[in-house]
């Protein structure tokens, strides 16, 4: 099976830091993309075929984004985490939001797996 394809979109230092320490040593997660902000995202999105796109929520919210990047990519999930409050969702093309709790770093390597559950890659 191939790995999971991660992109960070646009990450806060403490977001980036948090899944670049969740995926380190994990065979089954490969960081394809590390964008600077939306539009480097949206770009980035189809070249790098990423299975899940990882951004920030704000105050529980998705950005803008994540429902544009669902319309481009339907293979594609949008993780956002808020790590301050210890939160995240899902956003897929379904539409379904998937919202969980307890996100922490320890655990976020497997948030990121059950973020890719059910995509569809093209390998």
Known sequence: MSPIRIQLGGTSPDLRTAVLAAVAGQPDLLLVADTADE??????????????VVVDLTDGTLPAMA??????????????????????????????????????VIGLAATIRRGAAGTERDD
Request: proline share 4%; net charge negative.
């Open 39 to 52: 539009m480097d995202t949206l770009l980035e999105a189809g070249n790098c075929h990423a299975d899940v």
């Open 67 to 104: 429902e544009r990047l669902v319309d481009e990519y339907p293979q594609l999930a949008v993780l956002g985490v808020d790590l301050a409050a210890g939160t995240g969702a899902v956003y897929r093309l379904r539409p379904y939001l998937d919202r969980f709790r307890d996100v922490a």
